[in-house]
């Protein structure tokens, strides 16, 4: 005998059931199966046609609902209710369309009227009929979905669409003997398609499992960059695209690149033990270019060949002090230094850890990025160096930007653009200006220096909405997990 | 930056103008200098520190005058001799001196906050907390003057009557028990400067004066010392003072010191370059405007033949070359003036060559699913040593803590500090971080990773690392070794070019058990440039 599947399931259902010791089955438990109601009907009948199982199908109550003309009636009442509240005598011209149709033939039925002609009377009957509109509260009682008799509603049941009955049924299934003895190969619900069913062709007698859209699946994570690293990889872009060239230097770096190639004096209030970290070993460092090494010495004592006076004294030991990198620009003046006249025109970045002694707190911390450029070219002057940050501060889709002069020991002139944040207001954000010729004559170069820095930490911080500088060294996976990585501009 | 707050009524009166808050607030922007407040009373400004010039009010006021116009060119101090003579006699901590008379004052209220104001800043920035340059004020009327004052290293055993005592101490006293004896004893050894009249010690610099030489409402007439370890700096020092209290209407004098006359203001002369301003600004000004903006600026200027001679003011510590004097041209015509130009440079940008191969590592290994983090490179001796390992790690003389005293020679700790704190996040937790690692000597980049699930083992972490190498075209092998942190067996260093450039492994249960983990971690850290 060929059985479906579906009919498969639910005579190994009722076999299971039976094994139990329950012979009745109610409907709803076969939905456990994972099929619909229709489907279970179905196959409950085919079994029941085949002689295998017998389904129950028996009325339990029968209740009733408004139908569309029921609705329209609950105001006035029915047709024949609101055809004798007109009065005890009109005529047939008061009488609406519904109720010359329908309720003039049922209000003569029912013994509620006498008609001479044109006119209408009311009987006895008739007028008891109108002070009760016993229909019409029964409508209403539906509408307010009360209990209603079924003795009262019968006689409305036939009449067109002003009440629906509903039946309700308990529904059951027995398995036959026939059944029980009938063999069929079930096969396994099976919840994994194998290579062995795709290629066996045994996924013809099988039921794949269905899953419930309603059940959650475990979440995954992507794989993901840190979205600080990620702006700082969009900014390095950036940089790339205005023909920027990434340069490098040490973290631990020698005093000598840190302050005094950059004119900073021996006793600067910025080098003491407050401002920089020392480091305990190695102490000192080694002279790597003694060219570079005299012109700086001669620059600090006398001014040199800079034309400057200088500063009249220089501390070569205090020069070769091991430290943590506080600035950046160590890196621009280590790059200055091995720069030919014909390398140049040149322009350089970096973006590179420094440190500074500082009372951690949601804004500051002993280790922080610092990003950096230097043009390096014939002819260009304060103007450009304004130019290029307003533009540089374009590319990140900032329009609104400023001057101020500053003052930094290694530039004159020395600028800070600032830039206007939709919320902070004016903030300073790029620090900058033309390095002193006291800085580049020692390091052997002619041409104007334009200096230009950028607080990527605060920026940064504006872009992924934190206001904690300890956040972009987070330990909070989940944090991580859901960041977003902002695209700039 | 040191911020000071000045009175409102006393500098505009100063000006000598009524100017609105709004155009206060302008020049003073035009300047390097920040209006931080501007109330009814009050101007709060936040001062560059190498225009020591406009720490006093009269000083700023001066400046002001200059830019907004109503008194340009360089003013002109009148220097009386006051024939008191100083002698400078084996001073060897604090070798230079500036010494002057100003009589005619007055310390009203503003005055006195005024002198006070320059005196505090001047000491913390110029004179570098005392140390390079002190300043001392005192009562004229109350120094001898029948004779020399001297100026010598006198031992600690000397005695003065100090500023607020009743009793004469020795100095050695005076640097235990006086407050500023106390802050400032860092800076004597075994002598100390002193000033010496004929009734004795007057002062000692950089502590502090005497009793006797106090300065009072009753003052009109001040001996003004300032002392240092910078000739320049002192002198100037002193300009600043006394010019700043010419402003006022006080009469300057000065002393010889060992024969020379002090103050000295004549003005220095710098012969400018006009074409710097084309060159380094990029604005066209003619001469003729050029000297114009020097003007404004409290600078004489003429133009002699090619180039312009200027007159600096003997107060203006900070032009060493002449770019600053370029600079305070452009502060002159205004910032806001000077419209941005793009620069047309072309060069061709290009990464470093091991941020180029870091960032490669970075994107396959995130192509594997892993979760990049960011810890610190500043760290603790605890932890980087604290898994058996003693690395030769920078340390750091003067740390600001024990939390971060050292530079890390290792990722790797800080990787399993970070699991440790998110052990409530879903697993599993796949992380890895490329950065800088340093040992004394060297400093390089290093890939660490950390893999941690419920079923975990070293062949996970081993899978992932070979496939990451195998796409960076690194061929790599593994030998077996021993940690103490890592599981016996489970453990491995690897090698590259037959050069070892790291580990691999499983974390010993002992290691879990101590950071509070519960399942198992694989781990591995290598060098990230590998050629």
Redesign the interface.
Known sequence: MELHQHEKLILDFLKQMKAKNKLKVNFDDFLELGLNRDAISRALILLSEKGLAKYFREQTSKSYILGKEGEKYVDSGLPEESLISHGTSFTINDLSEIEKKIGLQWAKRKGWIKIDGANIMLTENGKTAAKNMSGKKMLQKLQNKQQVGEKELLELEGRGDIVKSIINYTEWAEITPAGEKTSYSLGEEVNVLTKDLIVGGGWKNITIRPYNLSFPVE?K??????P??SLL?QT?DK??????????G???EMNFWNCDALFMPS?H?ARG?HDV??????KEGNIENEVVWEKVRKTHET?GD?????W??WDPKLAKRMI?RSQTTAVSARTLSKLKKEDL???FFTID?V?R????DARH???FLQCEGI?V?ED?????L??????FAESFGIKDV??????FPFT????VGYIKHPKLGWIEAMPGG?F???VTKPLGIDV?V?AWGLGIDRLAMVALGIDDIRM???????W??ESNIPLLQ | MPTITYDKKDLLSLIGKNLKDEEIDAVI????D?VGEISTTEVTVEL????PDLFGIEGLARCIKGLIGTEIGMKKYVVAKSNINVEIKNAKTRPFIGVAIIKNVSFTDASIKSIMNVQEVLHA?IG??RS?VAVGIHDLSKISLTSPIVYTDVPLSHKMVPLGATKEMTLSEILKTQPKGIEYAHLIKDQCPAFIDSQGIFSFPPILNSERTKVNEKTTDLFIDVTGT???AVKQTLNIIVTNLAERGCIIESVSVDGKEMPDLSPEIFIFDPKLV??????DLKNEEIVEMLKKERYDAKIVGEKIEVCIPAYRIDI?????L??DI??AYN??N??????N????????K??QTI?KL??I??????????????TSEKQQNGFGLNKKL???????SEE?NC?RGWITPSLI??LS??KH??YP???FEVG?V?E??R?WDNFACALTDSKITFNDARALLESILREMGIKAELKASEYNFLIPGRSADVYVSGKKVGFIGELHPAILNQFGLELPVAIFEIEAYLG
């Open positions: 979440k994570f992507p794989g993901k960059l840190h600080y690293l990889d390095k940089l790339l695209a205005l023909g920027f060239e990434e340069m490098t040490p973290a631990i006793d209030p033990i970290f020392y480091v305990w070993e190695p001014g800079t034309g400057s006076r200088g009249g004294k943590l025109p040149r322009k850890h440190y002694p500082d009372v951690v911390l002993p280790e043009v070219a260009v002057n304060l103007r450009h304004m130019g290029f940050m307003k533009f400023k001057f101020q002069p500053a003052f004159e002139p020395s600028i033309i002193r010729p006291e104007p334009l972009l060294f987070s330990d909070n996976l989940q991580l997990r | 922007s035009q300047i390097k920040e560059e520190p190498e225009r920035t570098n907390k390079k910078d000739e320049r084309k060159k380094l600004i990029g604005i060493l070359h002449s770019v600053d370029a600079e452009a502060i910032y806001k000077i419209s941005p130009l793009l620069p440079v072309f060069t061709v940008g290009k990464l470093s091991s941020t960032d970075r994107n290994v995130y192509g594997f699913g892993l979760q990049e983090v960011r810890t610190m490179t500043l920078v340390k750091l003389e003067n740390p600001m971060y530079v500090a970070f704190k998110n996040a879903d937790q796949n992380i800088l340093a004394t000597n400093e």
